[in-house]
């Protein structure tokens, strides 16, 4: 483990395919002492919430509708559900965020 590893305050799961937004929430979790594991399909996020314990967790909807499986997932985690959780959106899938969100708010 190097001496930055040793200084991780948590992990944050980033859920995206936009090369360019994982790079740029890398550097700013980087600068906060927060590592980030970076996934690009909903099956491997899904993996990695039922194995380990995230700080937050960061979900692109324009990977489309399944995208909230991992919103969901992270609410019935025993482990994960109070991880602030973020959504990514453009105006097209923000409804769809928003649908999801609320869906997830309302599980028990």
């Known amino acids: 483990m190097t001496q930055l590893e040793s200084r991780k305050l948590g992990t944050v799961l ?3 395919r936009d090369a ?3 790079r740029k929430l890398t550097e700013v979790f980087d600068t906060h ?3 980030i594991e970076t996934t690009v399909t909903v099956s491997s996020a899904l993996d990695r919430l ?3 314990k995230f700080e937050a967790v960061i979900v692109d909807f324009a990977i ?6 991992v919103v969901e997932q992270v609410r ?6 109070t991880a602030v959780t973020f959504a990514l959106t453009s105006i097209d899938d923000a409804a769809q965020a928003l649908k999801s969100v609320t869906l997830c708010s309302k599980s028990p």
Not at 64 to 69: F, H, V
Not at 76 to 81: D, E, G, K, L, T
Request: hydrophobic share 45%; glycine share 8%.
């Open 14 to 16: 980033l859920l995206t």
């Open 20 to 22: 360019t937004a994982a």
């Open 33 to 35: 002492a927060l590592g």
């Open 50 to 52: 039922a194995r380990r």
């Open 64 to 69: 489309g509708a399944e995208a909230a499986r």
């Open 76 to 81: 019935q985690s025993a482990s994960n559900r």
